[in-house]
């Protein structure tokens, strides 16, 4: 059985227990950070941090643990399970108060829950054999940037893929490719440049993709930050996610159609060394 931390207390998984008024269940008031754990240690923490950081303030959450005891959080909970590869999921909510669409007072306890998962992140099967992927209409709200733990719309296009007989989903708004249901979307054209969306409001700011975007630009590797349609994927020359949970996962098939030769593709093999690469020795 897994030891999980809840609101400073690492206890085991059968004991945590959160209040039914909690607004996280009540109305997914919450933010969440994935970081992955490699050899026993987290990858790009920091940026994790700061994306955290970023996500509370926006929704006007003030925790009241800085960096470091949230790092030691972190490193006590690998600590306690013996973690050696998966991750880490943190959540933050609004905490248990009386049904109210407003905000209940800022002395509220927010609640902090976090929890470990094994999970195979380099010798992954899906990082042999590429992904299936649908297009579908991206109907998340106008905030897509913030890491909330409203995922509804995230899992109702992950269940239709799989329905299809696809792995995963890439969402498309007024044409243009937003990201993938939980991960960012990449293609690589004909002439080799590394395209993916630039940062809005729309899409969320991936840790993975932003490590990725300077080892791009450190291998003196074209960079293109724009919107692309799925008619560019269906003719582009490769394709790939990135994720916390995934780092990077080749894209070989759209709507059964090959993208490329149909297999993952060379440079895209390539970016995913360099990201591990750079994730093990980036890791603390
Ligand atoms: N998902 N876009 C969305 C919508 C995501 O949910 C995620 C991550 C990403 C990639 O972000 P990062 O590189 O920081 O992991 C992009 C996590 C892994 C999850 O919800 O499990």
């Not at 996280?24 to 790009?44: C, H, P, Q, R, S």
């Not at 996500?55 to 006590?76: G, I, K």
């Not at 007072?105 to 899906?126: N, R």
């Amino acid at each position: 059985m897994r030891t999980v931390y809840l609101n400073g207390q690492f206890i085991a998984e059968n004991d945590a227990k959160i209040s039914i008024f909690d607004r996280g269940f009540m109305f997914a008031d919450g933010i969440y950070e994935v970081t992955a754990v490699l050899g026993g240690k987290l990858v790009d923490a920091e940026p994790h941090l700061a994306r955290l950081r970023r996500s509370l303030a926006e929704l006007a959450l003030v925790l009241p643990l800085d960096d470091d005891a949230l790092l030691a959080v972190h490193r006590q909970l690998i600590a306690r399970n013996a973690l050696c590869e998966g991750l880490v999921y943190m959540q933050v909510s609004r905490g248990a108060a009386d049904r109210d669409f407003l905000y209940p007072p800022a002395d509220t306890p927010l609640t902090v829950a976090l929890f470990t998962q094994d999970k195979a992140v380099l010798d992954s099967p899906l990082a042999k054999r590429g992904m299936n992927i649908i297009g579908l209409p991206d109907m998340r709200w106008g905030r897509s940037d913030i890491k909330t733990t409203q995922l509804l719309y995230a899992c109702m296009t992950k269940e239709q893929a799989k329905a299809r007989g696809a792995d995963d989903a890439w969402l498309v708004k007024d044409g243009w490719v937003t990201e993938g249901t939980s991960n960012n979307a990449f293609i690589i054209t004909r002439d080799g440049a590394v395209v993916t969306r630039e940062l809005s409001r729309a899409l969320l700011p991936g840790i993975t993709r932003g490590a990725l975007l300077a080892l791009v630009q450190e291998h003196g590797l074209q960079l293109d930050e724009r919107a692309f349609t799925l008619e560019e994927v269906k003719n582009a020359a490769e394709a790939f996610v990135t994720s916390s949970t995934s780092f990077i996962y080749p894209v070989v098939t759209l709507n059964g159609q090959p993208i490329g030769d149909g297999t993952p593709g060379p440079l895209t093999q390539r970016l995913r060394r360099l990201y591990i690469d750079h994730a093990l020795a980036g890791s603390v």
